[in-house]
C-alpha cells in the first residue's frame, strides 16, 4: 500500500502561485510514476501533470503547459507541483496519484483545494 497527504493548497489572487507537496508513505516511490490530477466543482476530475519514476520525463495537460511544474525527490517520498500565474479556472480540488506496479494509477491522496480569485 501507498499513503500519499497532499499540502499546500489556499485561497490566492489571479496570477499568484502556489505549491503543492505530496508526501508518500509505506511502499517505495522510487519505481512508480506520479501525477496530478484535479477535480472542479461540477466537472470530471482531469490529469494535469505526471512525472516518471527518475524524473526524466514529464507530461501536461494543455491547459497548465508553461505554468505548472511537476518535480520529485525520491529521497523524501514527495512530489511537488509548482503553480505559476494561477487563473480563477484553475480553481478545484487537486489530488495526488501514484502508479500501480502495472502503470495504472491506483493510489490516491485526499485532495487539497486550490481557489483563485479574480
Known amino acids: 500500500q501507498v499513503q500519499l497527504v497532499e499540502s499546500g493548497g489556499g485561497l490566492v489572487q489571479a496570477g499568484d502561485s502556489l505549491r503543492l507537496s505530496c508526501a508518500a508513505s509505506?511502499?517505495?516511490?522510487?519505481?512508480?510514476?506520479m501525477g496530478w490530477f484535479r477535480q472542479a466543482p461540477g466537472k470530471d476530475r482531469e490529469f494535469v501533470a505526471a512525472i516518471n519514476w527518475s524524473s526524466e520525463n514529464t507530461y501536461y495537460a494543455d491547459s497548465v503547459k508553461g505554468r505548472f511544474t511537476i518535480s520529485r525527490d525520491n529521497a523524501k517520498s514527495t512530489v511537488y507541483l509548482q503553480m505559476n500565474s494561477l487563473k480563477p479556472e484553475d480553481t478545484a480540488v487537486y489530488y495526488c496519484?501514484?502508479?500501480?506496479?502495472?502503470?495504472?494509477?491506483?493510489?490516491w491522496g485526499q485532495g487539497t483545494q486550490v481557489t483563485v480569485s479574480s
Open positions: 496519484a501514484a502508479t500501480r506496479l502495472g502503470g495504472q494509477y491506483g493510489y
Open positions: 509505506g511502499r517505495t516511490l522510487s519505481s512508480r510514476a
